[in-house]
């Protein structure tokens, strides 16, 4: 499975970016998936998870309300909606998946297998 994040960029404080993560090589339709990000200096931390069905998802604390995870697994793709974006969410943002079939999220980076490359969110003051 490889997977491709994309849709970051640079945005004003207070604005939106989606984010969109396509797998290939095989479906991921019945794994769960999950976005993590990385600032500089810091370790790679959980966002949003959510179950391959679509049906159960996790947020931390800090992006909920804010954030929403979903996926279509039809066409094999995850999706973060960022709104109300604050400059501490400045970081790359990667997509993951489970290799175990029929799985929930997971908030901790070792449970997933596949990874995507990352893509870069700034968010100016």
């Known amino acids: 499975v490889q997977l491709q994040a994309s849709g970051g960029g640079l945005v004003q404080a207070g604005g939106s970016l989606r984010l969109s993560c396509v797998a290939s090589g095989r479906t991921t339709s019945s794994y769960g998936m999950g976005w993590f990000r990385q600032a500089p200096g810091k370790e790679r931390e959980f966002v949003a998870g959510?179950?391959?069905?679509?049906?159960?998802?996790g947020y931390q604390d800090s992006v909920k309300d804010r954030f929403t995870i979903s996926r279509d697994n039809a066409k094999n793709m995850l999706y973060l909606q960022m709104n109300s974006l604050e400059p501490e969410d400045t970081a790359v943002y990667y997509c993951?998946?489970?290799?175990?079939?029929?799985?929930?999220?997971?908030?901790?980076?070792?449970?997933?297998?596949?990874w995507g490359q990352g893509t870069q969110v700034t968010v100016s003051s």
């Open positions: 993951a998946a489970k290799k175990a079939v029929f799985t929930t999220w997971s908030a901790r980076p070792v449970e997933y297998d596949y």
């Open positions: 959510i179950g391959w069905a679509g049906k159960t998802t």
